[in-house]
């Protein structure tokens, strides 16, 4: 290696920083510039003197950790924030249960159809999310729904759906329609990759089918169980499009209903653009800490069974 | 595991070939449970796809009046009236969609290959470390870079323009991780370094040698974007107001704004959500042959 390295020309050595052109530009002008503007942003406010007219009146000052302050103590903030961990605590943990219980079913000797549920499954994913929420924001309708259609058939009651704790299963539900299919191919990709030799043994012993899914699959396949739970606890701090699909069928989805639907809201919609970027700041921070924090343990981990 | 075939999946997957072919012949019984479950799955996952496409065509009347799936006799009206809506701005916002998504992710294909390819084969300071900051753009929440983006283009006055909904998709981590754990895998160093013996120039490298080399992964990045950007909502929501830019995704949401308080416009968002999932879906079951999604999982053997 070090022999190659020595024989680079002058060319090899410029090459990659060449290549790497036209990502950092988009980088720097799309990502940090863009960082760096809502940061500086979040430190200033505009001061009103007198009655806040004529062009003087409105001025932008420092404001320093005012913002964030007043985020960290906005009630709206929190409840939304609360509400979406809520969302998330169903989300996650269905989501990616149905995605492990299909890629093992998919997996199993003997099971037929594979090739078209496994596609079926997968379907939704290419289904745009708003287009998704607006699907099921109809089955959620009592006019058009054949869910209502059945329940009053039967003379069973009728739940609001789109309305107090239902809304949390009606959001989640989505969720879980367009995201199960991803997550099963992944996990079911690296089940794949396992070696057949290796339940050539466990089969010798006579484990049956559960006992080799329960203590060979899954274990194995740990790594991507992870990979799925981190993005999907990233994709639910970063809820947006289904509630905002959703609002115009129901009155119990509040402008506020996600944090980062408040930060649209104050945006663009109160035009109070330091105190939006300040609530932004706080949420990027949040997922940072918690994506690394993940990270970290997983990777700990991961050194323990190896040395194991 | 036997009687499965993955369509995409290449030998890379690593379940070595052949290996199935010693054992004795399967006896034919189904395994029940599995089978069951997977139709269970299906079912539902199929069912709001169903249920759109027998919606598309009740007319307006028959939507509220007739059994959810029973299929009713307005689809040639309901395309009619969406043909009509406004002249016809729903086609241009399926042309928008399929101009952002398909420049969008031919522009961000090649920047992923570009990045990942520099990456993957050369070993120069700084490499991890840029690697490093490009994938945290992954865990940025999109809203927290689309409102200061929104910001700083109207500085430049680019917002409501196609730029503005362009510009900022062409750079996506993900693709460029991909790229790099696809060149990783897929070009070998002494090939590049034969080249290199050669006199090739590394740009020749490059274009000849190593590009063709990458083309299956750069084909999955491909089509992960463009799904990424068809898909996307939020930008072009808070980048553009000029309706006749919009994408589908945003013209759908605009139909349903309307229509949600006049329930005469529902056939015209149902037959418009119908019609817009059609290409994805089309494209999708043709591609997925092809698609190696493998590669998502970073299940290539480096």
Known sequence: MKSTARRQSYGAKRAPYAFLIPATILFALFFALPIGYALWLSFRKVKVSGLGLGSGARKEVWAGLENYTDALTDSELLHGTLRVLGYGCIVVPVMLGLALLFALMLDSEKVRLAPFTRLAIFLPYAIPGVVAALLWG??????????????????????????????????????????????????????????????????????????????????????????????????????????????????????????????????????????????????????????????????????????? | MSS?????????????????????????????????????????????????????????????????????????????????????????????????????????????????YALATYRFRGREAIFNVLLAGVLMPPVILAVPQYLLLAKADLTDSYLSVLLPQILSPYGVYLARIYAAAAVPADVVEAGRMDGASEWRIFTRIALPMMIPGMVTVFLFQFVAIWNNFLLPYIMLSDDEKFPITLGLFTLLEQGANTPALYTLVITGAFLAVLPLVALFLVIQRFWSLDLLSGAVKS
């Open chain 1, 138 to 308: 109809f089955l959620y309708l009592p006019d058009v729904s054949p869910f209502y259609f059945v329940l009053d058939r039967l003379g069973l009651p009728q739940p609001d759906l789109l309305d107090g704790g239902p809304l949390y299963l009606a959001l989640s539900n989505i969720a879980v329609w367009g995201g199960t299919g991803f997550n099963m191919i992944v996990i079911y990709t690296s089940l794949r990759a396992i070696p057949a030799e290796v339940y050539e043994a466990a089969k010798l012993d006579g484990a049956t089918p559960t006992q080799i899914a329960l203590r060979i699959k899954i274990p194995m396949v740990a790594p991507s169980l992870v990979l799925t739970f981190f993005f999907s606890v990233i994709a639910t701090l970063q809820m947006f499009n289904e509630p905002t699909t959703l609002k115009p069928l129901t009155n119990s989805v509040s402008t506020t209903w996600s944090p980062l639907m408040k930060v649209y809201r104050d945006a663009f919609g109160e035009g109070d653009l330091h105190s939006a970027a300040a609530q932004a700041v706080i949420i990027a921070v949040a997922t940072l800490l918690l994506s690394f924090g993940f990270l970290r343990a997983a990777n700990r981990r991961q050194k323990q069974e190896a040395a194991r």
């Open chain 2, 4 to 116: 499965l075939t993955v369509p995409g999946a290449e030998p890379l997957a690593g379940s070595t070939p052949g290996t199935d072919r010693g054992r004795p012949p399967l006896r034919r019984r189904i395994a029940l449970i599995p089978t069951v479950t997977l139709l269970l799955g299906a079912i539902y996952c199929l069912l709001p796809v169903a249920w759109v496409v027998i919606a598309a065509t009740k007319s307006g009347r028959e939507l509220f009046s007739t059994f959810t799936f029973l299929p009713g006799t307005g689809f040639a009206g309901n395309v009619r009236d969406l043909n009509a809506y406004r002249d016809g701005v729903y086609w241009e916002w399926m042309g928008n969609s399929a101009l952002y998504a398909g420049l969008g992710a031919l522009l961000s294909t090649c920047v992923s290959a570009f990045s990942g």
